[in-house]
């Protein structure tokens, strides 16, 4: 499956985006999606993931309540809902997904990745 990101950009600080995670090749209902962000000199974290069959989804703590994640199968795409944005929150955005059905909350759990979207925040 391919992975293709999209909706990043500069927002001020309080403000919303939503970042798309697009699926080509495969049917996207049948795979497991996890978000990832990776800041300046930091390693790649873990922000949120929505899981298949049954879409529980989870959250770092640090996006708790100001994320959302869903999925729409007919379109094949993912989204994630960044509302309530902070400067700490800039980063590259990565969507990444497997075959594997439950959540997955670290990167090994992931075969397929997309190429990243930048999401900067200014104060």
């Known amino acids: 499956v391919q992975l293709v990101e999209s909706g990043g950009g500069l927002v001020q600080a309080g403000g919303s985006l939503r970042l798309s995670c697009a699926a080509s090749?495969?049917?996207?209902?049948?795979?497991?999606v996890g978000w990832f962000r990776q800041a300046p000199g930091k390693e790649r974290e873990f922000v949120s993931a929505?899981?298949?069959?049954?879409?529980?989804?989870y959250y770092a703590s640090s996006v708790k309540g100001r994320f959302t994640v869903t999925r729409d199968n007919a379109k094949n795409t993912v989204y994630l809902q960044m509302n309530s944005l902070r400067p700490e929150d800039t980063a590259v955005y990565y969507c990444?997904?497997?075959?594997?059905?439950?959540?997955?909350?670290?990167?090994?759990?992931?075969?397929?990745w997309g190429q990243g979207t930048q999401v900067t925040v200014s104060s």
């Open positions: 990444a997904a497997d075959p594997r059905s439950g959540l997955a909350l670290t990167e090994v759990g992931y075969d397929y």
């Open positions: 929505i899981s298949w069959p049954v879409s529980m989804t």
């Open positions: 090749g495969r049917t996207f209902s049948n795979y497991r």
